[in-house]
C-alpha cells in the first residue's frame, strides 16, 4: 500500500483559496470515507482538522472545508491567514494489509 | 485536562529494542483507542498499528508484523509500543494518538512525540 498523492506544494496569498488534493485508489479513498486531514506546524505534533470526508472537530475554524470525488479527496483553506503555513496530510482506512495510510504530505506556504 | 504524556528520548543500537510509553489522563482510559504513528526526520508520518485498551486487542500494519507489540496497562492508563530488529530506518519521532472512539478512525489527540534514534 502506497502513500496517498498529495503535491509537494500549494502556496497563496492572505485572503486567497487554495485547495490541496489528496489521491488515493479505489481501496481506500474511493469506497470509504474515513478520509482525514492533519495539519502540523515544524517541530509540532499534527492537529486533526477535518474527519470523515467534510467534518470539522469542535474549535477547527471553518475557513478549512473537505469534499471528496472518486478516489480524490480534497481540503479547502479560506481567507487564507499567515497562520495557516504549515504542513498538511491526508489520511484513510484502507481495505489494505496497512489498515490506514497517510498522504505524501502538502506544504502550503503563505506569500 | 486530557493529555498524553509520553516517555523520554531513547537512543540505541541497531539489533536492539525499544519501549516507549504513554500515560493517559483526563478522560475514560479505555473509552478510546489508541494509535501509533511515527515520523522519520524530515518525512511524512506512517501508521504503525492500534490498541483497544479495553480489551488490549491489536491490529499492526503489514509493515511492522512481528516487529512490534502494542499493550496496555489498564491499572496505570498507560499504553507502551516495543518495537524490536532496530535499524537506522525505525529513526524517528514515534507518536500515541487517542481515537475519538471505538476505530472511529479520527486521531484527535496526540502526544507529544518520542524520539528514538538507531545508530551504532
Known amino acids: 500500500q502506497s502513500a496517498l498523492t498529495q503535491p509537494a506544494s500549494v502556496s497563496g496569498s492572505p485572503g486567497q483559496s487554495i485547495s490541496i488534493s489528496c489521491t488515493g485508489t479505489?481501496?481506500?479513498?474511493?469506497?470509504?470515507?474515513?478520509v482525514s486531514w492533519y495539519q502540523q506546524h515544524p517541530g509540532k505534533a499534527p492537529k486533526l482538522m477535518i474527519y470523515?470526508?467534510?467534518n470539522r472537530p469542535s474549535g477547527v475554524s471553518n475557513r478549512f472545508s473537505g469534499s471528496k470525488s472518486g478516489n480524490t479527496a480534497s481540503l479547502t483553506i479560506s481567507g487564507l491567514q499567515a497562520e495557516d503555513e504549515a504542513d498538511y496530510y491526508c489520511?484513510?482506512?484502507?481495505?489494505?494489509?496497512?489498515?490506514?495510510?497517510f498522504g505524501t504530505g502538502t506544504k502550503v506556504t503563505v506569500l | 485536562q486530557v493529555q498524553l504524556e509520553q516517555s523520554g528520548a531513547e537512543v540505541k543500537k541497531p539489533g536492539a529494542s525499544v519501549r516507549v510509553s504513554c500515560k493517559a489522563s483526563g478522560y475514560s482510559f479505555t473509552s478510546s483507542y489508541m494509535h501509533w504513528v511515527r515520523q522519520a526526520p524530515g518525512q511524512g508520518l506512517e501508521w504503525m498499528g492500534i490498541i483497544n485498551p479495553s480489551a488490549g486487542s491489536t491490529s499492526y500494519a503489514q509493515k511492522f508484523q512481528g516487529r512490534v507489540t502494542m499493550t496496555r496497562d489498564t491499572s496505570t492508563n498507560t499504553v507502551y509500543m516495543d518495537l524490536s530488529s532496530l535499524r537506522s530506518e525505525d529513526t524517528a519521532v514515534y507518536y500515541c494518538?487517542?481515537?475519538?472512539?471505538?476505530?472511529?478512525?479520527?486521531?484527535?489527540?496526540w502526544g507529544q512525540g518520542t524520539l528514538v534514534t538507531v545508530s551504532s
Open positions: 479505489s481501496t481506500d479513498v474511493g469506497v470509504y470515507n474515513y
Open positions: 489520511s484513510s482506512y484502507t481495505s489494505s494489509s496497512t489498515l490506514y495510510v
Open positions: 494518538v487517542r481515537d475519538a472512539g471505538k476505530i472511529l478512525w479520527q486521531l484527535v489527540l
Open positions: 470523515d470526508v467534510s
